[in-house]
């Protein structure tokens, strides 16, 4: 008490100011280092969101030129004595092909040219036994890459990508695609969503650059996986985040990923002290504003001390509610000051957080779908259709309602596939999956079992006879004529029938029915069986 009334009141405001002040920078530091944490954080995320879009990007460009090879390899003749007619071919390809295309050939297994779009390869009378391409291509069923590579008749680098031929199960020659790598650089230059200065980089498995936003003609072609920047990891990891130093040297802040149709690695970073300067800014000028407002002096210490407290609060019960997890909540502080800005900076995380889990639910049920369904027809597949026969089961021996369970497959369907091929097949279950829905509830569950088999559950019927109707409908339905490729074929379906009885497994209730449905194929298919009914429990 002594000291305190010693002390002059030029002193107490000293003291006072004092005490004002260092909360206020300590407050400051703590902020600012938080921020910066969330804005590297939100900077990372926000790189790996564009290097998952670049990616995306990529496989659509790759894919292009995949669907291309799948064409070539499908049409062409890869016989020296057919060179001119393939050159024809070609040619009458050559306005609908990508804009990434350059060039396409044929060749034979022994690497002599059977056609081609550029002249000039053939004039250089070019053998590609030995070439990455030719060789890997021979050897795999899937599409192989040699790249960066600089053509042989124009000096530029390119991208050469290839697939085998295949007639009757031996490989007989292969087609190859050549893609300007200039156009994968027009790729990366059309990513705008970044912050000037940011760089982008495609590398191989093995570290080679194939395209760099930044310095193009000074790295592409060289092999980054001894350098600096952790590529070595990020092939390894294939997905992440990752700050430090790049190939380059300068720090960045990145996220990375790999490409889905090849194992190339799109990486995408921002220098850090882009990401960062914001939350410098926002430093340098709150401490100006500190000290502006220091300067007023006593009396506005208080006012201004309870202004900011009672917006701490409202900014503390804004945190809380989204907390507990209402990330629809705003803040309604007015932006301005600090806490203007830890609002602002508040309001962005959350719509941040929003919309991150918005895009994680999206992805789930993506998954989900593909996990459940039947890529070719889009029904359920077997793991849903058992999934949903075993809940049927249960509420069907809660309601006592009965239950039907049709097998079915279409008749002499491995001939159709063997005679007309598989893309008419596939378009034959196309079609009959449409029909078979055509033909039932909407409340009933059709699903693709296996191969041509398919089944349907049928809940909530009147009687049994229910089931034999809906059966009869399908076989009826069944019987039209289709068009598989360009070909009208006439099918017909074979059906099982059982109804479900109370206390049987569901592995027994399937095996009924399958049962069934090959007395139906016994007694001369094109028709449908009924399962004998069992006891009941």
């Given at each position: 008490m002594?000291?305190?009334?010693?002390?002059s009141?030029?002193?107490?405001l000293?003291?006072?100011?004092?005490?004002?002040?260092?909360?206020?920078?300590?407050?400051?530091?703590?902020?600012?280092?938080?921020?910066?944490?969330?804005?590297s954080e939100?900077?990372?995320?926000?790189?790996l969101g564009?290097a998952?879009?670049?990616?995306?990007?990529?496989?659509?460009?790759?894919?292009?030129?995949r669907?291309?090879?799948?064409?070539?390899?499908g049409?062409?003749?890869?016989?020296?004595?057919?060179r001119?007619?393939?050159?024809?071919?070609?040619?009458?390809?050559?306005?609908?092909?990508?804009?990434?295309?350059s060039?396409?050939?044929?060749?034979?297994?022994?690497g002599?040219?059977?056609?081609?779009?550029d002249?000039?390869?053939?004039?250089?009378?070019?053998?590609?036994?030995?070439?990455?391409f030719?060789?890997?291509?021979?050897?795999?069923?899937?599409?192989?890459?040699?790249a960066p590579v600089?053509?042989?008749?124009?000096?530029?680098?390119?991208?050469?990508?290839?697939?085998?031929?295949?007639?009757?199960?031996?490989?007989v020659?292969?087609?190859?695609v050549?893609?300007q790598?200039?156009?994968?650089?027009?790729?990366?230059?059309?990513?705008?969503?970044?912050?000037?200065?940011?760089?982008?980089?495609?590398?191989?498995?093995?570290?080679?650059?194939?395209?760099?936003?930044?310095d193009?003609?000074?790295?592409?072609?060289?092999n980054?996986?001894g350098a600096?920047?952790?590529v070595?990891?990020?092939?390894?990891l294939?997905e992440?985040?990752?700050?430090?130093?790049?190939?380059d040297?300068l720090?960045?802040?990145?996220?990375?990923t790999?490409a889905?149709?090849?194992?190339w690695?799109?990486?995408?970073?921002?220098?850090?002290?882009?990401?960062?300067?914001?939350?410098?800014?926002?430093?340098?000028?709150?401490l100006?504003?500190?000290a502006?407002?220091?300067?007023?002096?006593?009396?506005?210490?208080?006012w201004?001390?309870?202004?900011?407290?009672?917006?701490?609060?409202?900014?503390?019960a804004?945190a809380?509610?989204?907390?507990a997890?209402?990330?629809?909540?705003?803040?309604?502080?007015?932006?301005g000051?600090?806490?203007?800005?830890?609002?602002?900076t508040?309001?962005?995380?959350a719509e941040?957080?929003?919309?991150?889990?918005?895009?994680?639910?999206?992805?789930?049920?993506r998954?989900r779908?593909?996990?459940e369904?039947?890529?070719l027809?889009?029904?359920p597949?077997?793991?849903?259709?058992?999934?949903?026969?075993?809940?049927?089961?249960a509420?069907?021996?809660?309601?006592?309602?009965?239950?039907?369970?049709?097998?079915?497959?279409?008749?002499?369907?491995?001939?159709?596939?063997?005679?007309?091929?598989?893309?008419?097949?596939?378009?034959?279950?196309?079609?009959?999956?449409?029909r078979?829905?055509?033909?039932?509830?909407?409340?009933?569950?059709?699903?693709?079992?296996?191969?041509?088999?398919?089944t349907?559950?049928?809940e909530?019927?009147?009687s049994?006879e229910?089931?034999?109707?809906?059966a009869?409908?399908?076989?009826?339905?069944?019987?039209?004529t289709?068009?598989?490729?360009?070909?009208?074929?006439?099918?017909?379906?074979?059906?099982g029938?059982?109804?479900?009885a109370?206390?049987e497994?569901?592995?027994?209730?399937?095996?009924?029915?399958d049962?069934?449905?090959?007395?139906?194929?016994?007694?001369?298919?094109d028709r449908?069986s009924?399962?004998?009914?069992?006891?009941?429990?």
């Amino acid at each position: 008490m002594k000291f305190g009334k010693s002390l002059s009141i030029r002193w107490h405001l000293l003291l006072l100011l004092l005490a004002l002040a260092l909360p206020f920078v300590a407050y400051l530091l703590v902020s600012s280092a938080r921020q910066a944490a969330y804005d590297s954080e939100l900077a990372g995320e926000q790189m790996l969101g564009v290097a998952r879009l670049t990616a995306a990007r990529l496989d659509d460009h790759i894919g292009d030129i995949r669907q291309v090879l799948v064409v070539l390899a499908g049409v062409v003749d890869p016989r020296v004595e057919q060179r001119d007619a393939n050159d024809a071919l070609l040619r009458s390809l050559a306005t609908r092909l990508p804009p990434q295309v350059s060039n396409l050939s044929v060749w034979t297994p022994a690497g002599v040219n059977a056609g081609t779009l550029d002249p000039r390869v053939r004039q250089a009378n070019l053998n590609v036994a030995r070439r990455k391409f030719f060789t890997e291509a021979l050897h795999t069923t899937d599409m192989a890459v040699d790249a960066p590579v600089t053509s042989s008749t124009t000096g530029r680098l390119i991208g050469i990508f290839a697939m085998r031929i295949e007639r009757n199960g031996q490989v007989v020659g292969v087609v190859a695609v050549t893609a300007q790598l200039a156009q994968l650089q027009d790729l990366l230059a059309h990513v705008t969503a970044i912050p000037k200065g940011s760089l982008i980089t495609v590398t191989d498995e093995s570290g080679i650059v194939l395209a760099r936003s930044i310095d193009p003609e000074k790295w592409i072609g060289k092999n980054v996986l001894g350098a600096a920047g952790g590529v070595r990891q990020s092939l390894r990891l294939r997905e992440g985040i990752r700050n430090g130093k790049s190939a380059d040297g300068l720090e960045r802040i990145a996220g990375f990923t790999m490409a889905s149709r090849m194992p190339w690695l799109v990486y995408v970073g921002v220098p850090t002290d882009v990401a960062l300067a914001p939350v410098r800014t926002r430093l340098y000028e709150n401490l100006m504003a500190g000290a502006a407002m220091l300067a007023i002096g006593f009396l506005l210490a208080v006012w201004v001390a309870h202004r900011i407290s009672s917006r701490l609060r409202q900014l503390g019960a804004d945190a809380a509610m989204l907390e507990a997890g209402d990330l629809a909540h705003r803040s309604g502080i007015n932006p301005g000051g600090e806490i203007g800005a830890l609002a602002a900076t508040l309001n962005r995380m959350a719509e941040a957080l929003q919309q991150r889990n918005a895009s994680l639910e999206a992805s789930q049920d993506r998954l989900r779908m593909q996990a459940e369904h039947d890529h070719l027809t889009g029904l359920p597949n077997r793991a849903l259709f058992l999934d949903r026969l075993n809940v049927a089961i249960a509420r069907a021996e809660r309601s006592q309602h009965p239950l039907g369970l049709l097998f079915l497959d279409i008749d002499h369907f491995k001939k159709v596939n063997d005679t007309l091929g598989h893309q008419a097949g596939d378009q034959l279950l196309r079609d009959f999956a449409s029909r078979l829905k055509t033909a039932v509830r909407n409340s009933d569950t059709v699903a693709r079992f296996a191969g041509d088999e398919f089944t349907v559950i049928l809940e909530s019927l009147g009687s049994d006879e229910d089931a034999r109707r809906i059966a009869s409908v399908i076989v009826e339905q069944a019987r039209q004529t289709v068009m598989a490729g360009e070909q009208s074929v006439t099918v017909s379906a074979s059906i099982g029938v059982a109804m479900f009885a109370p206390g049987e497994s569901a592995a027994a209730f399937i095996h009924r029915a399958d049962e069934a449905l090959y007395e139906a194929k016994r007694e001369g298919r094109d028709r449908f069986s009924c399962a004998a009914s069992v006891a009941r429990a």
